[in-house]
């Protein structure tokens, strides 16, 4: 935990410093001397590159940014639960008087305490520091990018919170995950030179995040508020009936 939050308030931060160095057009130069594919695979191609959103996008909050903080919380999820059953704590915890009930929902709520304090990392570095280096993301954009980030996060660490209530060992769940999101980049990945991958789009966790359109001002697609709060929401609940009724002996 202390170290993913601290490599991202360091590479926030990095980022931050780098920006007037290179940022705007001398960047845009750079970036688009690169092959095309290249730039897909960075997520670099939905917003202008000469702008702030681009360059946040490509460098840091695109696929950089998502596999630091999907490793952060499928990690972290996959040992709530299957972790400790493995390890065999967690019948020792059960054999006191408290419900399961109770012990997962403390789980959960302390994911959701993890998930919160990966956002503070991610982008208020940017939001504190931005104003020294001619950054400013504006109260509106900030605060919708740390809630939409957090609730990727929760879309992301969800699913794994649900296989680790299932699993006995923290490897599947994680590993399952893992494998589910690598999917899902790579059918972004292909519906940008396929019209018949963009069929997944619309549940294509991957697709609707756009860091770059938010910093640069355009409103998030009602949908990916939906798709991912619905995720998040939903699987976290699963995980809680489902340890509730499974048997951890």
Do not use: H
């Amino acid at each position: 935990m202390f170290w993913f939050c601290t490599g991202l308030v360091l590479y926030s931060w990095l980022m931050t410093w780098f920006y007037p160095k290179i940022g705007g057009g001398q960047y845009a130069d750079l970036i688009e001397s690169m092959p095309p594919e290249v730039l897909q695979i960075f997520g670099g191609t939905e917003v202008a590159f000469d702008s702030l959103g681009g360059y946040f996008q490509t460098e840091y909050l695109g696929l950089m940014w998502m596999i630091i903080v999907s490793a952060a919380v499928v990690l972290f999820a996959a040992r709530s639960f299957a972790g400790e059953i493995g390890a065999g704590t967690m019948e020792f915890l059960l054999a006191q008087p408290i419900s399961r009930a109770r012990v997962a929902v403390t789980r959960i709520v302390a994911f959701l305490g993890y998930v919160l304090l990966l956002a503070v990392a991610s982008f208020v570095p940017i939001q504190a520091l931005g104003p020294m280096y001619g950054i400013d993301l504006g109260a509106g954009t900030f605060w919708t990018l740390f809630a939409f980030g957090a609730l990727f996060m929760l879309a992301v660490g969800g699913p794994a919170m649900l296989l680790s209530s299932v699993y006995r060992d923290a490897g599947k769940p994680g590993a399952i995950t893992a494998g589910a999101l690598l999917l899902l980049w790579i059918a972004d990945l292909v519906s940008n030179f396929s019209e018949a991958a963009k069929f997944f789009d619309p549940v294509n966790l991957v697709t609707y995040w756009q860091p770059g359109k938010i910093i640069n001002g355009d409103p998030v697609a009602p949908a990916g508020w939906w798709i991912y709060g619905a995720v998040g929401v939903v699987s976290l609940v699963a995980a809680i009936i489902v340890f509730s009724r499974r048997d951890v002996a």
